[in-house]
Nanobody, 127 residues
Framework: QVQFVESGGGLVQPGGSLRLSCAAS????????IGWFRQAPGKERDGVSC????????YYAGSVRGRFTISRDLAKNTVYLQMNDLKPEDTAVYYC????????????????????WGKGTLVTVSS
């Protein structure tokens, strides 16, 4: 089955850190640009970060730049999102997806070719 499975979410205090994992099955991460996205309650899904397979270039939304880091481990076929200095506004369900038409990210844009969406992992930042 072709899919992503996200994990690593939880409850964390403001200023804390979490590392999210996104394990791919049924395809190789190196074939596509891979993005992390999030959806807060009552809001639209937004792009958070993306890593290209062509040159491993990375992209971040302005709200997370300098605090979040995307990386990948091809041996584990897994993409990570290290999140530091978390803020209450980071509270959301986090998803990953692959742009099956591209090896290079279009920034953090959610393209129509984004596929293999996982069920997400909930991150709650609260004191």
């Amino acid at each position: 089955q072709v899919q992503f499975v996200e994990s690593g979410g939880g409850l964390v205090q403001p200023g804390g850190s979490l590392r999210l994992s996104c394990a791919a099955s049924g395809f190789f991460l190196d074939a596509y640009a891979i993005g992390w996205f999030r959806q807060a309650p009552g809001k639209e899904r937004d792009g958070v970060s993306c890593i290209s397979s062509s040159d491993r270039s990375t992209y971040y939304a302005g709200s997370v730049r300098g605090r979040f880091t995307i990386s990948r481990d091809l041996a584990k076929n897994t993409v990570y999102l290290q999140m530091n200095d978390l803020k209450p506004e980071d509270t959301a369900v986090y998803y990953c997806a692959a742009d099956i038409m591209r090896t290079r990210c279009l920034g953090t844009t959610i393209t129509t070719e984004m596929s293999y969406w996982g069920k997400g992992t909930l991150v709650t930042v609260s004191s």
